[in-house]
T-cell receptor, first 113, second 114 residues
Framework: NAGVTQTPKFRVLKTGQSMTLLCAQD?????MYWYRQDPGMGLRLIHY???????AKGEVPDGYNVSRLKKQNFLLGLESAAPSQTSVYFC????????????FGDGTRLSIL | AQSVTQLGSHVSVSEGALVLLRCNYS??????LFWYVQYPNQGLQLLLK??????LVKGINGFEAEFKKSETSFHLTKPSAHMRDAAEYFC????????????FGKGNQVVVIP
């Protein structure tokens, strides 16, 4: 009963380093999303995908790239990490119908020094 | 574009007292509305949703919310707070016939006082 799985759970990077966050879902969902959560800001959408091979920009896309090569996976990349990208990152998936909820992973805590 | 307002970042409630979290939304088309709960170091979990059926929606853990179109509100209530209700609560809105993008409020951190 995995649902949405995010790896890694924690990571510390130095400024300028790159890394990729992996999200995997086993619910055969079409739509997948990446959010960041910062204190007092709620969740803000970074990028999303409406199907395999597609990606689109969300509210705060700068400094991030994404790829959806397989339906079950959605990757979030940071090419050159900056301290402002210190945050908790959440992946979510949904069937794509607006009346259906999004299902969330447990998050990745990322610190950029 | 849709948006959500949640007032009061921190809400303190005594154990056994009423929990009331306010959510007002803005949407140019009929909305779908959701309440999520986030326990420490976890992801968001769906509490309940409004999808244009009954205006009073019952969710998990004894929570319920009422959709009021005239007030553009979807307030969350629970008659009697329990210690396990200490968590952060988010209201979110999506547009019917939209692309399932959610707009989240900034959240309410609920503290339950014994």
């Amino acid at each position: 009963n995995a649902g949405v799985t995010q790896t890694p759970k924690f990571r510390v990077l130095k400024t300028g380093q790159s890394m990729t966050l992996l999200c995997a879902q086993d619910m055969n969902h079409e739509y997948m999303y990446w959010y960041r959560q910062d204190p007092g800001m709620g969740l803000r959408l970074i990028h999303y995908s409406v199907g395999e091979g597609t990606t689109a920009k969300g509210e705060v896309p700068d400094g991030y790239n994404v790829s959806r090569l397989k339906k079950q996976n959605f990757l979030l990349g940071l090419e050159s990490a900056a301290p402002s990208q210190t945050s908790v990152y959440f992946c979510a998936s949904s069937s794509g119908s607006s009346n259906q909820p999004q299902h969330f992973g447990d998050g990745t805590r990322l610190s950029i020094l | 574009a849709q948006s959500v307002t949640q007032l009061g970042s921190h809400v303190s409630v005594s154990e056994g007292a009423l929990v009331l979290l306010r959510c007002n939304y803005s949407s140019s088309v009929p909305p779908y509305l959701f309440w999520y709960v986030q326990y420490p170091n976890q992801g968001l979990q769906l509490l309940l949703k409004y999808t244009s059926a009954a205006t009073l929606v019952k969710g998990i853990n004894g929570f319920e919310a009422e959709f009021k179109k005239s007030e553009t509100s979807f307030h969350l209530t629970k008659p009697s707070a329990h210690m396990r209700d200490a968590a952060e609560y988010f209201c979110a809105v999506s547009e019917a016939k939209g692309n399932n993008r959610l707009a989240f409020g900034k959240g309410n951190q609920v503290v339950v006082i014994p």
